[in-house]
């Protein structure tokens, strides 16, 4: 707890206060709240003083010190004179730091998938809906790719569940490479990924799968005994028409990278109105 006068300048402060904020004893008495809260409050001191005094306000932020970043909620309350006149605030500073990051932690529990660090399908599908209908709404359009890597099962029982684990993380590493900002990638189900590209045509979808599919096939895994060499199979659809949902896009990305599988694997399929195609463009 922190008391100010009218001009904030500390007038008191409680032992609690004082275990939180480096430097804050009674040569503190006096001295403006800006200089005790910085540099680790800022943001804190930003709020304070563009907060009414006379109304009691609440707001949690970040504080960064040298020994780690905590996370405090502050509350600042008038503080009146038995006349009803205003004389200050009282600031109370609570430390939230272990619910905050263990929000943090179930958040990211419930988002990414925890051994290739992108998102995982509930949330990718949230996310994907989201993007389909902004792009609905806006008249742009909007491509799915689905992959899955070519011969997996192989791999698991060959080199051992551990190389299995690495090659999907190899495998999210080069997708990565060729991803933007307002693309969506996902881990859809075992060795199977997706991608959701807005403001991207089929054509354009089929040639970032296309360039993945290289990229896959030409980056190597070593192991201490061999070299792997890892493919994947790829279906490619665009939202043509308005009224598609995200589960038939889906459908038709699945049946498109199927007819890649049957066909060889290590290809790129485009499925359309016309029926699924192969993308050959070099």
């Known amino acids: 707890v922190l008391v100010a006068d009218r001009f904030d300048m500390l007038i008191d402060y409680n032992g609690a206060a004082a275990q939180m904020l480096q430097g804050l004893d009674a040569a503190a008495i006096g001295k403006p709240l800006a200089q005790l809260f910085l540099p680790a409050g800022k943001d804190a001191v930003s709020y304070v003083m563009s907060s009414d005094p006379l109304v009691q306000e609440e707001r949690e932020m970040e504080w960064i010190t040298a020994y780690g970043t905590y996370y405090y909620q502050i509350r600042s309350s008038p503080v009146l004179k038995r006349n009803g006149h205003w004389a200050g605030r009282l600031i109370m500073l609570i430390d ?101 590209l807005p403001e991207t045509s089929l054509e354009q979808a089929g040639q970032l799968a296309n360039t993945i599919r290289k990229d896959i096939e030409g980056s190597l895994l070593f192991t201490v005994s061999e070299t792997i060499q890892v493919t994947a199979s790829f279906g490619v659809v665009e939202a043509a028409h308005a009224e598609l949902t995200l589960e038939e896009m889906l459908g038709a990305a699945d049946e498109a990278l199927y007819t890649s599988k049957r066909n060889g694997r290590n290809a790129v399929y485009l499925s359309q109105d016309a029926g699924i195609r192969e993308f050959t463009h070099i």
């Open 96 to 196: 939230v730091t272990e619910r905050t990051l263990l929000q943090e932690k179930l958040t990211q529990l419930a988002t990414i998938d925890s051994l290739t660090g992108i998102y995982n399908r509930t949330c990718f599908m949230e996310l994907s809906k989201e993007r389909l209908a902004e792009c609905v709404l806006n008249k742009t359009p909007l491509s799915l790719i689905l992959l899955d890597i070519d011969h997996f099962k192989s791999i698991n029982d060959r080199y051992g569940h551990e190389h299995g684990d690495i090659a999907l993380q190899h495998v999210v590493e080069v997708c990565s490479r060729h991803t933007r900002k307002r693309d969506l990638f996902g881990r859809y189900g075992g060795e199977e990924f997706v991608l959701c």
